[in-house]
């Protein structure tokens, strides 16, 4: 079955810098569209990047977060930089055969999540 499994999650101060990674299995992974969403507590999981041929940032992350992918490892990462306490959220990979995609719903496989959590 397919499963996406990220890590690198943790505890660091504003400014610092996290780089998370999604490992896939299970399924065609160049045919997929990857993406990268967040939840906070409280709040609805927002869209944060997507990477087919081209990638695409939320405006909130823009410039400091970049996004990559490995085809030949079935991986993609984000490196996140410049953190805010406001980047704070569980961070998910997500997998779509829809094309690029900022919709929650368009998303046909998700990881469980890894907790990001910035301090001030």
């Known amino acids: 079955q397919v499963q996406l499994v990220e890590s690198g999650g943790g505890l660091v101060q504003a400014g610092g810098s996290l780089r998370l990674s999604c490992a896939a299995s299970?399924?065609?992974?160049?045919?997929?569209?990857m993406g990268w969403f967040r939840q906070a507590p409280g709040k609805e999981r927002e869209f944060v990047s997507v990477?087919?041929?081209?990638?695409y940032y939320a405006d909130s992350v823009k410039g400091r977060f970049t996004i990559s992918r490995d085809n030949a490892k079935n991986t993609v990462a984000l490196q996140m930089n410049s953190l805010k306490p406001e980047d704070t959220a569980v961070y998910y990979c997500?997998?779509?055969?829809?094309?690029?995609?900022?919709?929650?719903?368009?998303?046909?496989?998700w990881g469980q999540g890894t907790q990001v959590t910035v301090s001030s």
């Open positions: 997500a997998a779509t055969s829809k094309g690029s995609s900022w919709y929650v719903g368009d998303y046909d496989y």
């Open positions: 299970g399924l065609t992974f160049s045919n997929y569209v």
């Open positions: 990477i087919s041929w081209s990638a």
